[in-house]
């Protein structure tokens, strides 16, 4: 149907999307991925080649004007889950796969396999390769906001911390799935009466979504209470395979770890090499789950934490289903239904003692379209820590769970439409008000500035036919 009719496609998704998100989005497209070299028809977008870096400049002229694209969206494949959009226009947008090659032993003996049959090219080669695109697209798009998406974990948050500076970009690995778990936790905490610089969170898996939500969280810490980041962070207890992040672990952390890593001193003579030992000390008012290990949060972990905070915030993040950290039904039988949940995939609501409680998606799809409208929208040099802030808040503040503490504590990805036009109007103002925003004629008073918004998001509707004449 999308290559049929593309108002079509979109109206259908539009009208429809809480029957449509699992085609078009998990767990469909992640099938669709595996078997894309036999399911190709034509291509949509532009692959690049990390053994043709003269060529990339060419390529990508290939899609228009400077004037022409708005937002682009990268991909190396490493770590592929998925990618969509609501609100520009899709002939704006631009679709890129950076191909080094793959690790993948199945896909190197494939031969229809369509990308490179290779291993993956990694160190100065694959940097010069990134950095030649990045500097194309740049000179070729300049207005354009671009979208990092599904790097590997040694790639993602390095990338994104070298290019942040200089232009408007996002990593929604990093970024996204940070976002939407503040916005949750924000709702939790108003919800159990906890202040933020008083909370205490434990993230159970440290790559890049559980360092990601850390700097979410951090960043979040430190605005609201005019702490150091270096302060924020001693909130915050980062447990990975060896146990929990501490400083002596040294060439072992990540790039993207040291930030978290506790020193050595604070638990000398106390174990740690387990979630829950972890959970006994810190006694922690959230716990997230990003490990992809399945019923980590064992029984006695989630009434261990129970013990000790009366609303217990639980996030089991994981992906797809199968790999969530524990059932929302069993969290809230050990926890007496006290527990706020929010999980990485669709769950019923679950019922204790006569009392249903709806379960919240943690899904970045809520977040990230508005993030990009708000900053196409405002033409901002760069997307700030303070413009993820303010874009957080705005999705907390349309918590269904603020009015009601049976319902789910992030609103539902069918409305993404109006939640999108919410953030991007908090974005445009945080943009605005650090001297960012470089379009001009951006309306001042609230209501003007929601008017100019939804004009300019793209509705799909077919072009209305005049007859002629001759």
Not at 97 to 122: A, H, I, S
Not at 166 to 185: E, K, R, S, Y
Not at 304 to 321: C, G, Q, W, Y
Not at 341 to 366: L, Q
Request: charged residues 30%; contains cysteine; negative net charge.
């Amino acid at each position: 149907m999308k290559e049929q009719n593309e108002v079509l496609y979109y109206k259908l998704i539009t009208d429809h999307l809480k029957e449509m998100f699992s085609i078009i989005y998990t767990p469909t497209e992640g099938d669709a991925i595996q078997n894309f070299s036999r399911l190709f028809r034509k291509p949509e977008g532009c692959f690049l080649n990390i053994l043709d870096q003269d060529q990339v400049y060419d390529n990508l002229a290939q899609f228009g004007k400077p004037e022409d694209i708005d937002y682009i969206v990268v991909t190396d494949g490493e770590e592929i889950l998925g990618i969509g959009d609501q609100g520009v226009h899709p002939s704006r947008t631009l679709a890129v796969v950076l191909d080094c090659g793959t690790d993948n032993e199945q896909l190197l003996k494939d031969e229809l396999y369509l990308g490179l049959r290779q291993p993956r090219v990694r160190g100065d080669k694959y940097d010069k390769f990134v950095d030649t695109f990045v500097q194309s697209a740049r000179k070729l798009y300049p207005r354009a906001y671009i979208h990092f998406e599904d790097f590997g974990l040694p790639n993602a948050r390095r990338l994104l911390d070298l290019y942040r500076p200089h232009m408007a970009c996002f990593n929604d690995d990093v970024q996204g799935t940070g976002c939407v778990t503040l916005a949750g936790v924000m709702a939790g905490l108003e919800v159990s009466k906890v202040k933020m610089t008083e909370m205490r969170v434990v993230i159970f898996g440290s790559g890049t979504a559980g360092t990601g939500i850390a700097d979410q969280v951090r960043g979040a810490i430190a605005a609201d209470s005019g702490k150091s980041k270096e302060e924020a962070a001693k909130q915050i207890w980062c447990v990975d395979k060896p146990g929990l992040l501490v400083k002596s672990q040294g060439d072992r952390l990540t790039h993207a770890q040291v930030d978290y890593a506790r020193d050595d001193k604070e638990w000398e003579n106390i174990s740690h090499d387990d979630l829950l030992s972890v959970v006994k000390q810190v006694k922690p008012h959230i716990l997230i789950g990003t490990s992809t290990k399945p019923k980590a949060f064992t029984e006695e972990i989630i009434k261990e934490m129970a013990k000790h905070v009366d609303r217990p915030i639980i996030f089991p993040l994981s992906n797809p289903t199968r790999l969530h950290e524990a059932d929302p039904k069993d969290i809230s039988e050990w926890t007496k239904g006290k527990a706020l949940i929010a999980t990485g995939s669709p769950f019923p609501p679950v019922e204790y003692n006569g009392r249903k409680y709806e379960i919240a998606e943690c899904n970045n799809s809520t977040c990230f379209p508005g993030l990009a409208l708000g900053t196409i929208l405002s033409r901002s040099r760069l997307l700030s820590d303070k413009m993820l802030v303010a874009a957080v808040k705005a999705l907390a503040a349309m918590s269904p769970a603020l009015k009601d503490p049976n319902k789910g504590l992030l609103p539902d990805v069918v409305d993404v439409r109006e939640i999108s036009v919410m953030i991007a109007k908090a974005v445009i103002k945080q943009a605005v008000g650090e001297g960012l925003a470089t379009e001009e004629g951006i309306p001042k008073t609230d209501d003007d500035l929601d008017g100019w918004v939804r004009e300019q998001m793209w509705e799909p509707r077919y072009r209305p036919l005049k007859r002629v004449t001759k």
